[in-house]
């Protein structure tokens, strides 16, 4: 894939042949799964989105096998470790990360960095990541403890530093590592310090997202202003660090949801979800549980047709789709553009 269109939307059109699929048959297997190890969490973001599924439960070390088996046979080859929780607090998460490693897949990360050091670096494990992404936040201790709870931004500070230096010094700069800042309405006018913070450490990217669904959110104009910033800053970059994001809401603009398929969700219980955002539509997003069935036969069953549909019907389901920034709004913009057109325009 050309460099270019790693950081667009259009990134899906290497997808077309699962396009093909759901076009002609109504589903396909995933590409990626997002894999929420565990609920339990060391922070308490104010805006945390998982914050009503916090259960201390971790998924099982003994279930890593089936899973592992499940998605080499679907061909889903990428895994990125998130949360439910922190996914570095699992008890077996250095043993997690080794076997899949050990399988080949391309695995990501996201964490909010508190213990990079301890369960990341010291075990060797930079390298079994294509990308690392913290969530970081905030430019300094004071505003990181209002928005996480915590008091270890220092020490989340040089924990992002010494991963760097291993990354450059032992792993030929392999692995990706990239800062996000979740912008709220008081914290939205530090995004220079963010980047200046970015410049210092040395990481590959930073990316800016607006806190959804939680109160503290940006006003529309705060969001009109810093947007017009955001640009500035990306037009105006000369550093190291590439600088993505965008403060606008997206919306779904399509008439539903066509692919959500490519994104496989299972959490720490061992529920599969039609997608990330379950966030008040739990129930009708659980598509099946890997304790019970295999993921193949989920994905192949009928009880995900039936929330597929049951999604694509009904309105209410749908507009919960636009209480998040979902990526998946504008694939499925271009999944209509090249249903439409019989193949997809590069504007870029
Ligand atoms: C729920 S966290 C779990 C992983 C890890 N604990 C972390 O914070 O990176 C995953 C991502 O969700 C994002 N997130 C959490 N609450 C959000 C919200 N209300 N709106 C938008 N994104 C949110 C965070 O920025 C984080 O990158
Ligand atoms: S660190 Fe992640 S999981 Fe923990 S409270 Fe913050 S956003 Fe939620
Ligand atoms: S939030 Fe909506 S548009 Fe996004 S993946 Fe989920 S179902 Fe699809």
Known sequence: MPEKLIYTPYRVVYQKDKFEKIKKEGWCFPSTLSFLLNDSCNHKCIGCDAMDFKSNKSFPLSKIPDLIKDLKEMNCKNVEFCGGGEPTMHPDFEKIVRMFYENGFILGLITNGSLLKEKVIDNDLVKCFNWIRVSTDASEAKMHKKIHGTDDFDKIVENIRELVNVNKEKNNSKTNISLRFLLYEFNVADMIHMYNLSEELGVNAINFRSARNCSNQITPEQAEKYERFLKLLKEENSGHVSIFGTL?????????????????????????????????????????????????????????????????????????????????????????????????????
Do not use: P
């Open 248 to 348: 606008k809401k997206s919306e779904l603009k399509t008439k539903q949801c066509y692919l959500h398929w490519l994104w496989a969700i299972v959490t720490s219980s061992g529920d599969v979800l039609l997608c990330c955002w379950y966030q008040g539509r739990y129930k009708t997003h659980v598509v099946g549980n890997v304790f019970k069935n295999t993921l193949v036969d989920i994905y192949k069953g009928e009880a995900y047709k039936r929330a597929a549909k049951q999604l694509n019907s009904n309105k209410e389901l749908l507009n919960m789709c636009n209480n998040y920034d979902c990526r998946y709004h504008k694939y499925n913009e271009i999944y209509e553009e090249w249903d439409r057109e019989g193949d997809i325009i590069l504007f870029i």
